[in-house]
């Protein structure tokens, strides 16, 4: 037997957004479960036990980042926040609370949908066993070897610069925020130090990209962090 369509929760009450959602999902072969309230949706994450969650953080019973939270309380089912707000606060607070990802509204189909393969994939690695070995296009790293090539030449990185890579490709394709990074790398007494993490990212990324100035991988998120292109 084939395995059965992952399931995806969509939270949104604005009833055009969730038909536009219900058809991009559907035409994928994926299962669609709505909701239009908070309330709905943390009901509905219970009773069906989706595979990622769609949220919009503008409920009209409470704040979407409440829901988040909740959700944290008992579940690591990947949230893909899809918002009206485009304010970086808003997106810090968003993965600051645990959400996965960050799609800002209006989006594409294709963007949406990529963003949720990624998240599957993420997911299914943390049910099954950790890959030891990662690759991405011109770039592949032995995480037993510790061992980094980049077009199948070795590339000698500092300790630092190697904290940095395996963090960003143990959470691939997700957002990982300034602070979160500081505090994985540095420690908590280093989380304000966003200057000290750019110039270590710049001197990743020059050992790492064929362009440094155009990045391929190690992708900005404008005010908010970093994040490993997953495909």
Same mark, same amino acid.
Do not use: C
């Given at each position: 037997? #084939?395995?059965?369509?992952?399931? $995806?929760?969509?939270?949104?009450?604005?009833?055009?957004? *969730?038909?536009?959602?219900?058809?991009? /999902?559907?035409?994928?072969?994926?299962?669609? @479960?709505?909701?239009?309230?908070? +309330?709905?949706?943390?009901?509905a994450a219970a009773m069906h036990n989706p595979d990622v969650v769609l949220l919009d953080?503008? %409920?009209?019973?409470?704040?979407? &980042?409440?829901?988040?939270?909740? %959700?944290?309380?008992?579940?690591?089912?990947?949230? &893909?926040?899809? #918002?009206?707000?485009?304010?970086? #606060?808003?997106?810090?607070?968003? =993965?600051?609370? +645990?959400?996965?990802?960050?799609? !800002?509204?209006?989006?594409?189909?294709?963007? %949406?949908?990529?963003? $949720? *393969?990624?998240? =599957?994939?993420?997911?299914? +690695? *943390?049910?099954?066993?950790?890959? !030891?070995?990662?690759?991405?296009?011109? /770039?592949? @790293?032995? =995480?037993?070897?510790?061992?980094?090539?980049?077009?199948?030449?070795?590339?000698?990185? !500092?300790?630092?610069?190697?904290? /940095?890579? #395996?963090?960003?490709?143990?959470?691939? +394709?997700?957002?990982?925020?300034?602070?979160?990074? %500081?505090?994985?790398?540095?420690?908590?007494?280093? @989380?304000?130090?966003?200057?000290?993490?750019?110039?270590?990212?710049?001197?990743?990324?020059?050992?790492?990209?064929?362009?440094?100035?155009?990045?391929? &991988?190690?992708? !900005?998120?404008?005010?908010?962090?970093?994040?490993? *292109?997953?495909e």
């Amino acid at each position: 037997m #084939s395995d059965p369509a992952p399931k $995806i929760l969509v939270v949104e009450d604005e009833t055009q957004m *969730r038909k536009f959602l219900r058809v991009a /999902l559907a035409s994928q072969g994926y299962l669609v @479960v709505e909701a239009a309230t908070a +309330g709905e949706g943390l009901t509905a994450a219970a009773m069906h036990n989706p595979d990622v969650v769609l949220l919009d953080l503008g %409920l009209p019973d409470r704040d979407g &980042l409440e829901v988040v939270a909740r %959700l944290r309380e008992w579940s690591a089912v990947p949230i &893909l926040v899809v #918002s009206a707000r485009g304010q970086e #606060s808003d997106k810090i607070a968003a =993965l600051d609370n +645990g959400a996965d990802d960050y799609l !800002t509204k209006p989006f594409g189909a294709g963007e %949406l949908l990529a963003r $949720i *393969r990624v998240a =599957l994939r993420r997911s299914a +690695g *943390r049910a099954g066993e950790p890959a !030891t070995v990662f690759s991405a296009g011109f /770039l592949q @790293v032995d =995480l037993t070897k510790r061992q980094v090539l980049v077009h199948g030449r070795e590339v000698h990185l !500092t300790p630092i610069e190697y904290k /940095l890579l #395996s963090i960003l490709i143990r959470n691939e +394709g997700k957002v990982i925020t300034h602070r979160q990074l %500081l505090k994985d790398a540095w420690g908590p007494n280093s @989380v304000e130090h966003t200057q000290y993490l750019r110039v270590y990212m710049a001197q990743l990324r020059r050992k790492i990209e064929p362009d440094p100035a155009r990045p391929e &991988l190690i992708l !900005t998120e404008p005010g908010v962090g970093y994040r490993l *292109r997953a495909e």
